[in-house]
């Protein structure tokens, strides 16, 4: 007698039910699109208009200025060495409020969200009484940190101090410690499950935190203007020289500069995207 094969049916597509449009519906999204470009959209679209206008060339020429150029570079030096110090933090804070309990555990992570309330001028005021000649540690630190790099490092990685962290924290409390325990019990010391377990675990969420922190960082104004004294060519940033270039009533060069720095965000806006999408898929 010959088997008989069972085929296995299989399941019909589903097919998404599509949203019924009202009158509510319509209204709402007439809102949200009204308010996003009024808000965002119309002065992004000013902007490139008016930085645009006089040519590709003007902008270029501005550009091409020392001071701009030397500021771009402070730029990319002080959002870089904050970038490495937040990703470092980011990750040790994460690892330790999620598998560890301890006292203070929650107090921890509500420091952690306070670059978020506090003003960067404030920040900035902060640690010019810390940290100024004149300040708690002024016999150590001398003119050191303010008015030099280091200060507007810390200043940076003040403010930008939550984001790492935060987008991390929910991987690893998603994942568990299943696989963690495992590595353990088999004889794996930390460093080897953190290389082999938690690294490949966060790494999208890594990347997502260190894209939104180097956005963060390249766009510090406040706190960096306090403690860096704004010194043309010595501890000028792109946005502060911006301020630099209005005083003088170079707005050509404001708005040139303006335009790179709006384009750093539009980039890691869309790999930040790209990076939560993929994300998303993993999950």
Known sequence: MAESTIVPIAPAPVTPRRERVTGASIGLRTIGIGYVSLIVLAPIAVLLYRALKPGLGSVLNSLD?????????????????????????????????????????????????????????????????VYSPTGWFGTLTQDHVITAKPGMVLATVFVSLPLVARAIIPVLEQAGLDQDQAAASLGANAFARFVRITLPTIRIALAYGVVLALARCIGEYG????????????????????????????????????LVLMLIAFAAILLGAYIRRRQRRGN
């Open 65 to 129: 200025d020392v001071e701009t150029q030397h500021a771009f570079q402070v730029t990319a030096i002080v959002a870089g060495s904050a970038v490495v110090i937040d990703t470092v933090f980011g990750v040790a804070v994460a690892i330790l409020l999620v598998r560890y309990r301890f006292p203070g555990r929650r107090l921890l992570s509500a420091f952690i969200d306070l670059p978020i309330a506090v003003s960067p001028i404030v920040v900035g005021l902060a640690l010019l009484l």
């Open 223 to 258: 706190a960096v203007l306090v403690v860096s004294g704004n010194i043309i060519g010595q501890t000028e940033t792109g946005p502060t020289h911006i301020n630099t270039e209005l005083e003088n009533f170079n707005d050509d060069g404001a708005y040139a500069i303006a």
